[in-house]
C-alpha cells in the first residue's frame, strides 16, 4: 500500500515554476494586451489544483531526497507500483513521479502515460539553489545541462543520434535543427559540413559524442555542470581531425616540427603525393610551382592555415589559404594575408592596388611625403623599419614619414637638395626614432593588444600574469618616444642651426629614467617565458609563426624584436655625440647636446646598477627556494650573493662525512646547505607556474665574523682540493674546525680561499685579509680524502644514515644530538663545570629517568656518552695545532 502520510505545504498550490527548460515556443507568445483585471478574473475562475510528488520504489527511500523536500516543503508520498495509486488520474492532483531508474519498465509506463517524471539529483539540485522544482514535460533527469542548447551534425545513424538526443533532454538541454547564434555547443561527428564551419566563425566549442556519454555518468553528482571548461576541454574536437597532411618546402627540422604538432592536434601526416592526403600544407616563399598535379579533393594551403588552425583551436577554412602559383617574382603582394580576421578578398585586392601604385610612384623631392594608410607603409619600408642604423643617403628613398600628414604647408615647402652635416645626422637620428616608434607600435598592435583581448577563439593564449611579464613597460616606453618622435618632426620641420636637439632629450630624460629600468632589469625573465610558452603552449606556438611571418615584423621573432628597447638608448648616445661634432662651438646646443648625453648616461648608469641589483635579488630567491628550511633573515637590502661552492664534508660536525655540501658566500654571511635525501614534491604557484623542489637543506648560516682562520690545506696523495676553516660559535667555548674538499673545477682553489678571506675581512673590519690564511698539512688536522670515493667508504656511509633513522625510530627523545649537545656545552658554562663531566652526568639522568619510563634501555639514549666523548676528544686533537 503507498505511504499516505503526506506533508502539505501552508499554501496547499502548485510549487512548480516554469524555468524555461521546455523546448517549445508555447512560453514564447506575449499576451501583452490581457489587461491586468481580466487576468485577476481568470485566476479566480480557474480551480486550485493540488501537486504532490510520488517517490517511486527506491526513490522513496533516499533519506536526502526526502530532507530536501521537506526543506521547499513539496508534499509527497511513498509507492512501490504506480497501480496503487487509484487517484493517479484525479483532476485534483497534479503528480510528479520521482524515479531513480530511466530505463526501467516504470519509467516507460509513466512515459507512455505522459506523466511527469524528474529523478531524484532535480530535487536535491532544488533544495541546495532554494528554488522550486522546475516545470518540464520531458523526463528529467538531472540539471547537468540546464541551460545549454545542443545542435548537431555529422552523424549518420539515427539510433545513435536519437539516444543523444534523449540523453540530452534527461539533463535539461534543449536541442536545435539549425546552427546560430544561440546555439552554445556544437556535437560533431565530422569536420566538414557548413554547420562546422559557421561554429568555427562564431566562436561555438565543438565537442565529440563522447562528452554527453561521460556527463550521463556524471548525472548523480548534484554540483557537476556538463559546461565547466575543465571538463568540456576533454573532449573538444582537435583541430586536424579527419585530416590528412604532407608538408611541402620546409626544413628538415620545421618539418618535422609541424608533423608533430599535426599528431597533437588529432591530425595524421604522409608524404607528399599520398592520394590518401587530404591537405598539403605549402612554404609559399620557398615553392614556386607544385611538383605534381594536385587532385580535386585535395587541398594545397599556405602554412598561415596550419597555425592558425591551431591558434583558432578549430580547422580554419581552407578558402582563404589556398596556395596560388605566383605570376611573375618581380609582383610580390605586400599585404598580409594571415590575418584570420580580414576574408573580403576585395578589401585585400584593393589594398595590392594602391600598395603596387605606391611602389611605381616617383620619390617625391621632400624628405617627408604625406603618409599614407599605416597597413600600406609597414608594406613598403620593412627593410628601414628593421635597421635602426640607416644613413640619410639610404633612407630618403624609404616610406619613414611622420605620423601626422595633415600639414601641407609643412610638407608644400620642399627644403634645399643640400644640407649641413648637422642636418643630415638630425634626420638621421629623427628617422631612427621614427622606425623605433614603429617597431613599439608593431610589438604592441601585432602581440600584445590580441593576447590581451577578451573572447578570444579557444579562450585566452596565455594567462595574464604571463602577457605581463613577457610585455613589461613597453606600452610606457611607446608613450615616451611617440612624444620625443614627435618634437623630432617638429624640429625637422622648421629647421635651423640654432634649433636645440639637447633640449628634446633633457625634457624627457626623467620619463625614460622611469620606463627603461624595468624592462631591461627583467628582459631576460621576458626571453625565459617567451620559450617557455611556446613549447608548453602550442597555440602560442601558432601565434607567434602567424605574426612573425607578416611583413610588419620582417621575419624576426618576438624576442628579437623586444630587445630593440636594450639596444634602443646606446644608439641615441651615439648620435648625439655624431650631432655634437658636427654642431659649431658658438652653437648654445653645443652645451645643451653634452648635457643630454650626460643625461642619458645617467640613465644608463643607473639602468644597469638597477638590473644587477635585481639580478641579486633574483640570485637571493633562487637561494632561497633551493634551499628547504633557509633563515627568513637570510633576506637583506644590504647582502648579496658573492659565490657558490659545491664541496664533500670531510668531518662530522656539521652533517655525515662523505656529504654533499653546498656553500654560499655572501658579502658578510656563509650559508651552509646538504643534499637533500628525499627531495619534496613541486611547489606549483596559483598562475600556473611550476617550481623545481626544494635540492637542499639548510644546516646552518654563519656570520662571516665567526670565522677565525682559513685553512689551505696541502695537495698530497691522499689529500687533493681541501680546505678547512676555523670557526667558533657564540654557543662554543672552543673553536670548531670544519674541513671540506672542493668537487668542482671553478672556481680554483686558491682564489676561493682568497675571496673568503677578502670578505671575512671587510666584516671584521681588517685590512690584512691575506693573514687569515694558513698553510698546514693534511696530518696536522687529520684531513683525509683517499677514501671518499671508494665503494667502501659510500656503503659505510649508507649503514650509518640507515642505524641513524633506525635508532631514531626507537628512540623515546626525539631531540638531535648535535642540539642536545650545544644544551649541554651552554650548561656547563653556566655551572663553570667541564664539558665533560656535565654530559656524563646530566645523560646519567637522562638514562635512568628514561630507562624507568621505558622499562627497558634506549639504545639512542645508551650510545649518546660514547658519542660525546668520541668527537670531543677528536676536537681537542684537531684544534691543538691552531690555538
Excluded at 556538463?226 to 618539418?255: I, T, Y
Aim: charged share 25%.
Amino acid at each position: 500500500m503507498a505511504d499516505n502520510s503526506m506533508l502539505m505545504s501552508e499554501t496547499g498550490r502548485s510549487l512548480l515554476s516554469d524555468s524555461s527548460v521546455l523546448d517549445s515556443k508555447t512560453g514564447e507568445s506575449s499576451k501583452e494586451n490581457v489587461s491586468l483585471g481580466s487576468i485577476l478574473n481568470v485566476e479566480e475562475e480557474m480551480p486550485q489544483i493540488e501537486t504532490r510528488v510520488v517517490l517511486v520504489q527506491e526513490a522513496g527511500k533516499h533519506e536526502e531526497l526526502l530532507k530536501a523536500l521537506e526543506e521547499i516543503k513539496v508534499p509527497y508520498i511513498k509507492t512501490d507500483t504506480i497501480e496503487e495509486l487509484g487517484d493517479s488520474d484525479s483532476p485534483e492532483f497534479e503528480s510528479i513521479f520521482v524515479v531513480s531508474e530511466f530505463q526501467d519498465s516504470i519509467f516507460n509506463n509513466l512515459c507512455k502515460a505522459d506523466c511527469r517524471v524528474i529523478g531524484p539529483p532535480v530535487v536535491l539540485h532544488c533544495a541546495q539553489k532554494g528554488e522550486p522544482l522546475p516545470f518540464s514535460c520531458r523526463p528529467l533527469y538531472c540539471a547537468s545541462m540546464l541551460n545549454l542548447v545542443l545542435c548537431f551534425t555529422g552523424f549518420r545513424k539515427k539510433d545513435e543520434l536519437v539516444k543523444l538526443v534523449t540523453l540530452v533532454h534527461h539533463m535539461g538541454g534543449i536541442i536545435r535543427r539549425d546552427l546560430s547564434s544561440k546555439v552554445t555547443h556544437l556535437v560533431a561527428n565530422s569536420t566538414h559540413g557548413d554547420k562546422f564551419r559557421i561554429a568555427v566563425s562564431l566562436g561555438t566549442p565543438i565537442v565529440k559524442a563522447e562528452w554527453i556519454y561521460k556527463a550521463w555518468e556524471k548525472r548523480n553528482e548534484i554540483d557537476f555542470c556538463a559546461a565547466d571548461d575543465d571538463f568540456r576541454n576533454q573532449f573538444k574536437v582537435p583541430p586536424f581531425q579527419d585530416c590528412m597532411l604532407s608538408f611541402l618546402g620546409f626544413s628538415d627540422d620545421e618539418k618535422a616540427n609541424m608533423e608533430e604538432m599535426t599528431e597533437m592536434q588529432g591530425g595524421h601526416y604522409l608524404p607528399v603525393g599520398d592520394e590518401r592526403c587530404t591537405h598539403l600544407v605549402v612554404e609559399e616563399s620557398t615553392v614556386k610551382d607544385l611538383p605534381f598535379e594536385p587532385l580535386k579533393n585535395l587541398y594545397v594551403v599556405k602554412q598561415e592555415w596550419f597555425w592558425g588552425s591551431i591558434q583558432m583551436d578549430a580547422r580554419a577554412g581552407e578558402s582563404m589559404y589556398l596556395f596560388e602559383k605566383s605570376e611573375s617574382p618581380g609582383l610580390k603582394k605586400s599585404v598580409s594575408l594571415l590575418s584570420l580576421n580580414t576574408p573580403n578578398s576585395n578589401r585585400k585586392r584593393r589594398r595590392l592596388k594602391e600598395t603596387l601604385a605606391q611602389l611605381t610612384r616617383e620619390t617625391d623631392v621632400s624628405p617627408f611625403p604625406p603618409r599614407k594608410r599605416p597597413s600600406a607603409e609597414h608594406s613598403l619600408s620593412i627593410g628601414s623599419l628593421l635597421d635602426i642604423s640607416n644613413t640619410p643617403e639610404s633612407s630618403t628613398t624609404s616610406a619613414e614619414t611622420p605620423k601626422s600628414s595633415a600639414r601641407p604647408s609643412k610638407n608644400a615647402a620642399p627644403l634645399a637638395l643640400k644640407q649641413s652635416a648637422r642636418w643630415q645626422v638630425a634626420k638621421e637620428l629623427y628617422q631612427t626614432e621614427s622606425n623605433y616608434v614603429d617597431i613599439l607600435t608593431t610589438i604592441i598592435q601585432l602581440f600584445q593588444v590580441p593576447l590581451e583581448k577578451e573572447g578570444q577563439l579557444g579562450g585566452p593564449i596565455l594567462a595574464q600574469e604571463e602577457i605581463k611579464t613577457i610585455f613589461g613597460s613597453i606600452p610606457d616606453i611607446l608613450d615616451v618616444h611617440t612624444k620625443i618622435k614627435e618634437d623630432l618632426e617638429d624640429l625637422m620641420m622648421n629647421w635651423t642651426e640654432s634649433k636645440s636637439i639637447g633640449d628634446i632629450i633633457l625634457k624627457y630624460s626623467k620619463d625614460l629614467l622611469k620606463t627603461y629600468p624595468p624592462f631591461v632589469n627583467f628582459f631576460e625573465m621576458s626571453k625565459e617565458t617567451i620559450t617557455r610558452c611556446e613549447k608548453q603552449k602550442p597555440r602560442f606556438h601558432a601565434f607567434l609563426k602567424i605574426n612573425q611571418a607578416k611583413p610588419e615584423c620582417g621575419r624576426q621573432s618576438l624576442a628579437e624584436l623586444l630587445i630593440r628597447p636594450v639596444q634602443r638608448l646606446p644608439s641615441v648616445a651615439l648620435l648625439l655625440n655624431d650631432i655634437k661634432k658636427h654642431t659649431a662651438e658658438d652653437n648654445p646646443d653645443k652645451v645643451t647636446l653634452e648635457r643630454a648625453i650626460e643625461s642619458l648616461k645617467e640613465v644608463m648608469t643607473h639602468i644597469n646598477e638597477d638590473k644587477r641589483k635585481t639580478e641579486a635579488q633574483r640570485q637571493f630567491f633562487d637561494v632561497v627556494y633551493e634551499v628547504d628550511g633557509c633563515p627568513a633573515n637570510l633576506l637583506s637590502s644590504h647582502r648579496s650573493l658573492v659565490q657558490r661552492l659545491e664541496t664533500v664534508a670531510l668531518g662530522d660536525d656539521l652533517c655525515d662525512r662523505g656529504e654533499q655540501v653546498t656553500l654560499f658566500l655572501f658579502n658578510d654571511c656563509l650559508e651552509i646547505a646538504r643534499k637533500r635525501h628525499k627531495v619534496i614534491g613541486a611547489f606549483k604557484s596559483p598562475h600556473g607556474h611550476t617550481r623545481p623542489p626544494a635540492s637542499l637543506k639548510h644546516v646552518v648560516l654563519m656570520p662571516l665574523s665567526q670565522i677565525k682562520k682559513v685553512l689551505d690545506i696541502r695537495e698530497t696523495e691522499d689529500c687533493h682540493k681541501a680546505f678547512a676553516l676555523v670557526v667558533r660559535p657564540p654557543t662554543e667555548l672552543n673553536n670548531k674546525l670544519l674541513s671540506f674538499q672542493m668537487t668542482t673545477e671553478e672556481p680554483p682553489k686558491e682564489d676561493w680561499l682568497k675571496m673568503l678571506c677578502r670578505h671575512v675581512a671587510n666584516t671584521i673590519c681588517k685590512a690584512d685579509a691575506e693573514n687569515l690564511i694558513y698553510t698546514v698539512d693534511p696530518d696536522s688536522v687529520e684531513v683525509n680524502t683517499k677514501d671518499m670515493d671508494s665503494t667502501l667508504s659510500r656503503a659505510s656511509r649508507a649503514i650509518k644514515k640507515t642505524s641513524k633513522k633506525v635508532t631514531r625510530a626507537f628512540s623515546f627523545s626525539k631531540t638531535p644530538k648535535r642540539a642536545l649537545r650545544r644544551a649541554l656545552m651552554s650548561h656547563s658554562a653556566t655551572e663553570g663545570r667541564s664539558p665533560s663531566s656535565a654530559n656524563e652526568s646530566y645523560i646519567g639522568s637522562r638514562l635512568t629517568s628514561t630507562s624507568s619510563l621505558a622499562g627497558i634501555p634506549s639504545p639512542s639514549l645508551v650510545s649518546l656518552p660514547s658519542i660525546f666523548e668520541k668527537r670531543s676528544h677528536t676536537l681537542s686533537r684537531s684544534t691543538t695545532h691552531l690555538i
